[in-house]
């Protein structure tokens, strides 16, 4: 299996606030290296493509801010024009606790820490409600911080500026209409959407070339790890793969 992963967030501050304009586009492809029984050209590649917006806004005399982001997605293996079934509609609502101590020169000092709490919800078919978020960040130290929650936990070791060392584990999930269906023929049944759910365990190296510019390699595990085609009541149809693979993802992030 292979991804490709492009995103953009863009924020624009009003005054304490910020409107975040972002896109994304993921590609996944399959090697299909076995005799399966369903037409697998059809699968072997889906794409997915986001828009959104949020907005950010400052709770005044606190370290609270409260964030909204809207927007849509369109994901499918696009065997034709868009229909109905690409599109899902994307909504949540944040609650950000950020508690960070400056001195006079506007640095950060003593030991920062960050709270999010959400509710986050997809039109994703056989999904009619939202699921939590939960987030905490805490930088004990210059050298060392970590992360609790979900989508992804890690503890980070800073060398210095320019380089860090973090351990983490990660949840992923991917989804995609399956245009005009298709039938698993030993079965008798028809798929309607493919989706994948991994939780992958590893080690991860980032290298600031800049304050802004940042190169990245992860390299880790799977412990869960499944590709499968359903219905739209979310009811297995065919598990195309549940093997734990080695993962590797390397690339480059620019950050304001």
Request: proline fraction near 4%.
């Amino acid at each position: 299996m292979n991804r490709f992963r492009a995103f953009i967030q863009a924020p624009i501050p009003i005054k304490e606030d910020y409107l975040v304009f972002g896109g994304e586009y993921r590609k996944t492809d399959l090697d299909f290296k076995e005799d399966i029984p369903f037409e697998y050209n059809r699968l072997e590649s889906t794409q997915r493509i986001d828009a959104t917006l949020g907005y950010i806004k400052k709770i005044k005399a606190s370290n609270w801010r409260l964030a909204f982001r809207g927007g849509i997605r369109l994901t499918s293996n696009f065997e034709r024009s868009l229909v109905q079934d690409d599109l899902i509609y994307i909504g949540a609502v944040y609650a950000i606790n950020d508690v960070k101590q400056r001195d006079e020169n506007g640095t950060v000092i003593g030991k920062p820490y960050r709270w999010i709490f959400g509710l986050v919800y997809t039109s994703t078919p056989g999904r009619n409600f939202p699921l939590p978020l939960i987030n905490f960040f805490r930088k004990p130290n210059d050298t060392w911080s970590y992360t609790l929650g979900v989508p992804k936990t890690l503890l980070r070791y800073s060398f210095n500026d320019k380089h860090h060392l973090h351990a983490f584990a990660s949840l992923d999930n991917h989804f995609a209409n399956i245009q005009n269906n298709i039938r698993i023929d030993n079965v008798n049944r028809v798929g309607e959407n493919i989706s994948m759910t991994n939780v992958t365990l590893g080690l991860g190296y980032e290298f600031y070339f800049t304050d802004h510019l940042q190169y990245y390699l992860y390299v880790g595990h799977t412990v869960y790890n499944e590709y499968r085609i359903r219905d739209n009541n979310r009811d297995d149809v065919y598990v195309i793969e549940n093997d734990n693979t080695w993962y590797i993802r390397s690339g480059l992030k620019f950050k304001i």
